[in-house]
């Protein structure tokens, strides 16, 4: 089976830095990917890592170990419109995506 | 380009009555998939089409749900008999490739279910 596991909330200040640990166990594993979910809103893709080491968008990072299961998100200069659901996912066999349960960051002035 | 576009974006239906949801992807992506959104809880697949032929629906409730993708565009996602326990967001997502190049899904604005 697979499974994903993150923080259920995060809450951090405004231009902080925050990160949003992500392990995972899975059967079949070609790569991590970052989703962005506002209230009401879809889900938004932020960053792939298919291999280790870190990957760097804009104020965004996100890192990957696959040896350890286990990956992370880096906001930096955090905004108040950062305040959203943050899910990691799973790309596994067949290019099934499997989400985690997200991680509900509150970005506070 | 266009995204995802899905239909009805709300519906309120009382147990034991059936809906269909309409998705139609981005066009040119040939996997389509269907996630069913819990409130507080992170997405699940349902089920995943990769042109019209299905490539996994290992978690769709068989016995109640149902999802056709004819001509391998349009898809509908059925529930028939409906539970108070299938409340939740229904998202439809494509991808050019399978999982996407990149792990990237484009993902609609989803269809809100609830269920009385």
């Given at each position: 089976g697979q499974s994903l596991e993150q923080p259920s909330e995060v809450t951090a200040v405004e231009g902080a830095i925050v990160q949003i640990n992500c392990t995972y166990q899975t059967s079949g594993f070609y790569g991590l990917s970052w989703y962005q979910q506002h209230d009401g809103g879809a889900p938004t893709f932020l960053s792939y890592n298919a291999l280790d080491g870190l990957e760097e968008t804009g104020r965004f990072s996100s890192f990957l170990s696959r040896s350890d299961s286990y990956g992370y998100l880096l906001?930096?200069?955090?905004?108040?419109?950062?305040?959203?659901?943050y899910f990691c996912a799973?790309?596994?066999?067949?290019?099934?995506?499997?989400?985690?349960?997200?991680?509900?960051?509150?970005v506070k002035p | 380009e266009a995204g995802v576009a899905q239909s009805p974006r709300y519906k309120?239906?009382?147990?034991?009555?059936?809906?269909?949801?309409w998705c139609n992807p981005i066009s040119g992506h040939a996997t389509l998939y269907w996630y069913q959104?819990?409130?507080?809880?992170g997405p699940k697949l349902l089920i995943q089409f990769q042109n019209n032929g299905v490539v996994d629906d290992s978690q769709l409730p068989k016995d109640r749900f149902?999802?056709?993708?004819?001509?391998?565009?349009?898809?509908?996602?059925?529930?028939?008999?409906?539970?108070?326990?299938?409340?939740?967001?229904?998202?439809?997502?494509?991808?050019?490739?399978?999982?996407?190049?990149?792990?990237?899904?484009?993902?609609?604005?989803?269809?809100?279910?609830?269920?009385?």
């Open positions: 906001l930096q200069e955090l905004q108040m419109k950062d305040s959203a659901s799973v790309k596994g066999t067949g290019g099934k995506l499997i989400f985690g349960q997200g991680t509900e960051l509150s | 309120i239906i009382e147990k034991r009555q059936s809906v269909a949801f959104q819990i409130l507080g809880q149902s999802a056709e993708r004819l001509k391998g565009v349009d898809s509908t996602l059925k529930i028939q008999p409906a539970k108070l326990e299938d409340s939740a967001v229904y998202l439809c997502a494509s991808s050019h490739l399978s999982g996407g190049a990149s792990g990237e899904l484009f993902f609609g604005e989803g269809s809100r279910l609830t269920v009385l």
